[in-house]
């Protein structure tokens, strides 16, 4: 088992900033891809950015130049900082967990961008 702690979802105004972070915890295998995805009401989920063991990233068209996936092995936590937020960018954010078959999410965070 994998659990996931997603932090840092809040209210922001457009072109504001956040930095969301994911701690994972339990049978973690280093090998793994973690990333993020959201839903915002009323839409499917969808990829937002993936970032691997060995640092190799994939972001969405849609956040390409704003956003910015990290993470830090050692602690087992991945970042997602997000910048020149829209307010097409209000969702739900999840935390995702991959090794091989195996998934896990997390529970989600809302960013909410209004002015």
């Known amino acids: 088992q994998v659990q996931l702690v997603e932090s840092g979802g809040g209210l922001v105004q457009p072109g504001g900033s956040l930095r969301l972070s994911c701690a994972a915890s339990?049978?973690?295998?280093?090998?793994?891809?973690m990333g993020w995805y959201r839903q915002a009401p009323g839409k499917e989920r969808e990829l937002v950015a993936i970032?691997?063991?060995?640092?190799?990233?994939i972001y969405a068209d849609f956040v390409k130049g704003r956003f910015t996936i990290s993470r830090d092995n050692a602690k087992n936590t991945v970042y997602l900082q997000m910048n020149s937020l829209k307010l097409e960018d209000t969702a739900v954010y999840y935390c995702?967990?991959?090794?091989?078959?195996?998934?896990?999410w997390g529970q989600g965070t809302q960013v909410t961008v209004s002015s």
């Open positions: 995702n967990y991959r090794l091989s078959s195996f998934v896990s």
């Open positions: 339990g049978s973690i295998v280093s090998s793994n891809a």
């Open positions: 970032i691997t063991n060995s640092g190799s990233k």
